[in-house]
């Protein structure tokens, strides 16, 4: 830790602790670990951004396993010269959507890289057991076709019936090879195909979309915990969201499905207490003909609004929630807005990396008179308000995903149920005491995190069982002890 400190540059800390993960796996760990707080916006967001759009020139030895569009009618054999043979858990992107970053390509490898290693540390997921995957189909990132240090094919992205051929080949490729209970994550494709491959394959494999489940899931548990201190109910509330792809309208949807839990209404009934805002303004009736597929259930009548700031006025939402990639769009007359409407604005600005993030901590709580109740996507530090310390939370998917994926492991699942996402978000929720509240935080502390994905992991397992998709038999008496006996952990062994 003495030595990682001495780098100034995050990228410098982040070549160190990939060298570190290759050369002695345990002693990575056993750091990332102990030290998680410190090390997770090293080895994760907001510091793997800038890995993936230089990964090129900071390319030490290849990690993880690149199928190429040139191995059509191979993806067996490729996924064959992989030296491990019991994968649990695979993390494939094609890298058209690295974070707010764009189509980074065949870089995007850092991705699934981070996010595995994430499954280990938090989730305690063997090493051996995680397969990263980067589909290489090419890039349309000029800028990447025209660098001498691109690793990637260089060539525009296949799309159509030859896209979904390749896919359709891995997906086939992989369940042949590792069975039916292997988890297969999807992590950052482009909007219109996560989609898609989550709907073609959630009732044939065990699939799961981060981009759109995990950051629901999260942010669902976000909600939970602050209404416990604020008051009210899911279904008190009104909610406006800035950006309509799959965090957007994924969030959206999980929120629908558990205040139809909670209250007995139809699903449908519950949308309507959640308006989204994209590119084109208000999601609304008028706009039917030309909204995309997943947008058409947000769509409702109202007349046309182009600002958020004039939607923030008109639906008087009492949380709103950034997700689109663009930063700064949550401006000091917006802010002001939602605090002049609420005496405790809840605002999630939720896009990464850092200079995405629609507003930070600071403006958050300076344009709010330090009433709002404010987590973000990437960390931002303490600030200090009139005196009193305010500490943003940070509504990142590492407190779901390896939690859920232990689930789903333990009990032998073949498929992933919105119930287990429920699940997962009160079982995080109900572990924000009243003194995290008190500095403003509306999830733990990430240093409890392996407890806190072993209760989550129990919690989506009694669930899987419940609904008959675990093959685990006979049940563990005890999930959350099962779940503890199952983790990982990079210890050293005495010798004498």
């Known amino acids: 830790m003495h030595n990682l400190r001495q780098y100034q540059v995050p990228l410098q800390k982040y070549m160190a602790m990939m060298d570190l993960q290759e050369t002695s796996e345990r002693l990575f760990y056993k750091l990332l670990i102990d030290h998680v707080e410190e090390l997770l916006p090293v080895v994760y967001t907001p510091t793997v951004g800038e890995a993936c759009q230089k990964y090129g020139s900071i390319f030490r030895r290849p990690q993880g396993l690149f199928i190429s569009l040139k191995e059509k009618g191979k993806i067996l054999e490729v996924l064959k010269n992989w030296p491990q043979r019991n994968i649990q858990v695979i993390v494939v ?83 042949q090879i590792y069975g039916e209970k292997v988890l297969i994550q999807f992590e950052d494709f482009a909007n219109h195909n996560a989609f898609e491959l989550l709907e073609k394959y959630g009732t044939t494999h065990l699939v799961f979309n981060d981009d759109i489940q995990g950051t629901a899931s999260v942010v669902l548990a976000g909600l939970i915990a602050a209404l416990k201190f604020v008051g009210g109910t899911l279904a008190d509330q009104r909610f406006l969201f800035l950006g309509a792809g799959e965090a957007g309208t994924g969030i959206a949807e999980l929120m629908a499905l558990e205040m139809s839990k909670q209250t007995n209404v139809p699903v449908e009934e519950a949308r309507k207490k959640i308006w989204l805002v994209d590119s084109k303004g208000l999601i609304v009736n008028s706009r039917w003909e030309s909204l995309q597929h997943f ?21 008087k939402p009492t949380v709103l929630i950034g997700t689109s990639g663009v930063g700064r769009t949550f401006t000091k007359d917006v802010v002001e807005a939602m605090a002049a409407l609420n005496d405790k604005p809840i605002i999630l600005s939720l896009s990464n990396p850092t200079s995405q993030s629609e507003c930070t901590a600071e403006e958050a709580y300076k344009w709010s008179q330090g009433r709002a109740i404010y987590a973000s996507g990437s960390p931002f530090a303490p600030i200090e308000y009139e005196g009193k310390t305010l500490v ?29 996402l429920l699940a997962a978000s009160e079982a995080l929720a109900a572990q924000v005491t009243w003194e995290n509240f ?59």
Not at 154 to 163: F, I, K, L, M
Not at 295 to 315: C, F, G, Q, R, Y
């Open 93 to 175: 992107t094609d890298g058209e959507r690295i974070l707010g970053l764009g189509d980074l390509g065949c870089q995007g490898m850092g991705i699934p890289v981070g996010k595995l290693s994430l499954y280990t540390a938090l989730g305690g997921v063997r090493p051996s057991a995680c397969l990263p995957v980067t589909i290489d189909v090419g890039t349309n990132n000029e800028n990447l076709l025209k660098d001498e240090f691109y690793i990637g094919l260089r060539q525009r992205r296949a799309t159509g019936e030859e896209y979904a051929e390749f896919l359709h080949e891995f997906m086939t490729a992989v369940k």
């Open 438 to 496: 008190d500095k403003g935080l509306i999830y733990p502390p990430f240093t409890n995190i392996r407890k806190i994905s072993a209760q989550i992991a129990a919690d989506v397992a009694a669930k899987a069982y419940e609904l008959g998709l675990a093959t685990r038999l006979p049940q563990p008496k005890d999930l959350v002890k099962y779940a503890e006996s199952c983790m990982y952990s990079p210890t050293y062994r005495c010798y004498r």
């Open 392 to 420: 943003p939370g940070q509504a990142n998917n590492a407190y779901i995903f390896p939690g859920l994926g232990l689930g789903l492991i333990m009990s032998g699942a073949i498929r992933v149920h919105n119930d287990m």
């Open 295 to 315: 947008k058409k259930p947000w769509a409702h009548e109202h007349e046309p609004i182009n600002e958020l700031v004039d939607a923030v006025k008109a639906i």
